[in-house]
């Protein structure tokens, strides 16, 4: 099986749930379009049920799983099979399916997984002309992100080539896909009339940990509706939640994030990605029993200490580690772009173990060092050295904002699966550490959050709190006691002080 072809054909079992949980919606589909169908298993399920479709069109890019499907239709003569070998890309499914029969038509089935990535996208074939799909809104940020699905292309191929036909396109594939595809429908203004979300055990089914689903929507020429009720299995009747857009944007949960859509604007504060250098082996640092650095290649470091802060990374953060952090990061920069070859002169210690591992740095795939000075970090600037933060972890599904103060009088450092508020004071961060954990805004990140996302919080989320919507909404004395709570914490790890507090979340925004 070539990994180019995400060739995962589907368990029997699985397949009649699917049709089954179809069925169930009561309606009826005369002409079937299974648009890869391998070993035809969903053909054999849709002949064997007591009212089959009167024509099934089937396409498939291997021939030995033509033949096998093939054979499975000529056990039935009811129906008429026509099963194709070609790469559906280089079909018009608006011409090149002869139908003999009319009537409403069903497409169902299970695209292939295969990410960008593992295509290898320059090299690989399986994949349709960029010309086809120019005209989209946003195709190219789609098709550019890292992780994007052929099973995308093949959702639009199929939306786009059939809405004559007002069909209802069901397939199995990943939630993240079926939320892709909402999103592009909404910004294409794509006719979709309804839609639902699935979820499949795939564990059970695939052995795979990623989330999926039978994403089924409905294409027609009423009222488009850019939402998706999702249910937990294949066959319970009571949907968990109804994913939406609202604000232009895709939300987990509309219903939460209409009771507190009052949060969605913008945030007073700019939200910082913790430090990027893509050079983990060298840079990450870690403190033996006896004080000493060592790198994780095993080397021991000596190197200037100033080029050297605590650091903190998204698991430290979610589980609230101890900020007597036992590891550290080399930082070569104070700002972006900042000429390295001064620290030849400044920091000879760095600059010899940096040369020494140049290779790790020159190896560095993405193409934002290209063309900046060596050993080049991102996510610096003055605000990574602000001595207190508020820092989330933005890999964890549990929202949870942490105040964060210096350790032996240095910044913390957070990389950059993290997000943060430079802060000022231990007043600041713990101040908006309590607004920011309040159930309110909690809630409403919840009411955003794809939990099955690689990084469920991000940047443009946090971006959207309006902390003075919360702030008003937080009576004033328990929002101090709970703020002093983390002023305590902050500071018994460096002196005892006594919090000034601000007496507005303007008066704090300003210090
Ligand atoms: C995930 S498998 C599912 C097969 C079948 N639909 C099922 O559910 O059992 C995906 C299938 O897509 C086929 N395939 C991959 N790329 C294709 C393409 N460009 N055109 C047609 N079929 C393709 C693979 O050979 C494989 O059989």
């Known amino acids: 099986m070539s990994k180019e072809l995400g060739d995962f054909q589907t368990p029997p079992a699985l397949v009649t749930a699917v049709i089954e949980s179809l069925n169930s919606t009561g309606k009826k589909w005369s002409r079937v379009l299974e648009p890869a169908c391998g070993r035809g298993n969903f053909i054999k399920a849709l002949l064997n049920l007591p009212i089959p479709p009167r024509e099934i069109h089937a396409i498939e890019l291997q021939s030995n799983y033509v033949k096998i499907a093939e054979k499975i239709a000529a056990e039935y003569s009811s129906t008429r099979v026509l099963i194709q070998q070609r790469k559906l890309f280089d079909l018009d499914l608006s011409r ?104 499949i055990d795939t564990k059970k089914w695939f052995g795979a940990a990623v989330s999926a689903c039978l994403f089924s929507v409905e294409i027609g020429s009423g009222k488009p509706h850019y939402e998706a009720a999702v249910y937990q299995n294949l066959y319970t009747t009571e949907p968990e939640s109804t994913i939406s857009i609202a ?161 032996n009088c240095r910044p913390v450092m957070l990389d950059d699966t993290c997000y943060f508020i430079p802060c000022y004071s231990p007043e600041q961060a713990a101040f908006l550490t309590t607004i920011l954990s309040h159930p309110i805004c909690l809630d409403f990140i919840y009411s955003q959050l794809f939990s099955d996302a690689k990084r469920p919080i991000t940047k443009k989320l946090l971006q959207r709190l309006n902390l003075k919507e919360v702030y008003d909404r937080i009576e004033f004395k328990s929002l101090l006691s709970q703020a002093n709570i983390e002023f305590e914490r902050l500071t018994t790890i460096t002196s005892k002080q006594k919090a000034i507090w601000p007496s507005s979340l303007e008066e704090l925004l300003e210090r």
Not at 258 to 275: K, S
């Open 96 to 199: 090149d399916l002869q139908w003999r029969e009319t009537g409403s038509l069903l497409v169902v089935g299970n695209p292939p997984w295969v990410t960008n990535s593992q295509l290898g996208i320059e090299g690989s074939t399986n994949l349709p002309k960029k010309t086809n799909l120019k005209n989209f809104r946003g195709i190219d940020a789609l098709t550019g992100s890292s992780n994007f699905d052929i099973a995308e292309y093949i959702w639009l191929k199929l939306i786009r080539e059939l809405a004559f036909e007002e069909p209802t396109i069901a397939l199995l594939c990943k939630t993240t896909v079926a939320r892709k595809v909402l999103q592009f429908a909404y910004d294409n203004d794509l006719p979709i009339t309804s839609a639902s979300i699935r979820i």
């Open 247 to 407: 604000g232009g944007q895709l939300v987990a949960d509309l219903k939460a994030y209409n009771r507190l859509a009052f949060v969605d604007g913008v945030c007073p504060l700019t939200w910082r990605q913790g430090i990027k250098h893509d050079a983990a082996s060298v840079m990450e640092l870690a403190y033996d029993k006896l004080g000493c650095l060592h790198n994780k290649l095993g080397e021991t470091i000596i190197v200037e200490p100033e080029y050297t802060y605590p650091l903190l990374k998204s698991t430290d953060l979610f589980h609230q580690l101890s900020v007597i952090t036992e590891k550290a990061v080399i930082v070569t920069q104070k700002h972006l772009g900042e000429n390295t070859y001064q620290l030849q002169q400044v920091a000879p210690k760095l600059w010899s173990y940096l040369t020494a591992h140049f290779d790790t740095f020159d190896r560095r795939k993405s193409s934002i060092y290209r063309g900046k000075p060596p050993f080049s970090m991102f996510g610096i600037g003055e605000y990574s050295f602000a001595p207190y933060k508020v820092g989330i972890s933005g890999l964890h599904k549990t929202p949870k904002f942490r105040a964060i103060g210096p350790v």
